[in-house]
Nanobody
């Protein structure tokens, strides 16, 4: 069993910053890509940023230059530094990880419970 736990959400004014963290624990053999996704009310869940085990990153156009994703492979943790926040960044943010629990074995997706980010104008 694998658990992903997010922390760091909250309420911030436009232009402010927040830092989200995600910690993976449980029966983990290896983690491939990790990422952050978000879902605003009435919208589908969308990709925010991803990072491979080698450190390659990918960002949604809407957050490029404002958000930075990073991870610590030794600790199975990931962070999302969010700067210059806008009201349209308001959403529940979810941590995702592609985890292999056995070797050999296949990777499967795991999700955190989500953390609310609210940006006031």
């Amino acid at each position: 069993q694998v658990q992903l736990v997010e922390s760091g959400g909250g309420l911030v004014q436009a232009g402010g910053s927040l830092r989200l963290s995600c910690a993976a624990s449980g029966s983990i053999f290896s983690i491939a890509a990790m990422g952050w996704y978000r879902q605003a009310p009435g919208n589908q869940r969308e990709l925010v940023a991803t990072i491979t085990s080698g450190g390659a990153t990918n960002y949604a156009d809407s957050v490029k230059g404002r958000f930075t994703i990073s991870r610590d492979n030794a600790k199975n943790t990931m962070t999302l530094q969010m700067n210059s926040l806008k009201p349209e960044d308001t959403a529940v943010y979810y941590c995702n990880a592609k985890v292999r629990t056995t070797n050999p074995g296949s990777f499967r997706d795991y999700w955190g419970q989500g953390t609310q980010v609210t940006v006031s104008s």
